[in-house]
């Protein structure tokens, strides 16, 4: 098993910044792709960015340019810098680790934290 706890989400004013951060205990070595993902009120989650265990990045239209997503394999963490942030980016984030559990994978989630930019 992955348990995974997010970090660092707050209010901040349109135009500033964020740094989340997703702390993963348990089978750690186990672990391939992680990602941050956030669903607003009344919408559907989405993904926001995603990294490969070797660094490869993906990054959603919305947020290319201003996010920047990575990972400290040792640290066992992942992290979102966020940048230039917009009412729109208002919502919870979560992180998100695929592991090998036997032989498939499995995902766990994070409980979530909070994101909420004023205008």
């Known amino acids: 098993q992955v348990q995974l706890a997010e970090s660092g989400g707050g209010l901040v004013q349109a135009g500033g910044s964020l740094r989340l951060s997703c702390a993963a205990s348990?089978?750690?070595?186990?672990?391939?792709?992680m990602g941050w993902h956030r669903q607003a009120p009344g919408k559907q989650r989405e993904l926001v960015a995603a990294?490969?265990?070797?660094?490869?990045?993906t990054y959603a239209d919305s947020v290319k340019g201003r996010f920047t997503i990575s990972r400290d394999n040792a640290k066992n963490i992942l992290l979102l810098q966020m940048n230039s942030l917009k009412p729109e980016d208002t919502a919870v984030y979560y992180c998100?680790?695929?592991?090998?559990?036997?032989?498939?994978?499995?995902?766990?989630w994070g409980p979530g934290t909070q994101v909420t930019v004023s205008s």
């Open positions: 998100r680790a695929r592991y090998l559990s036997g032989t498939y994978y499995k995902n766990s």
């Open positions: 348990g089978s750690t070595a186990r672990i391939g792709s």
């Open positions: 990294i490969s265990s070797t660094g490869d990045a």
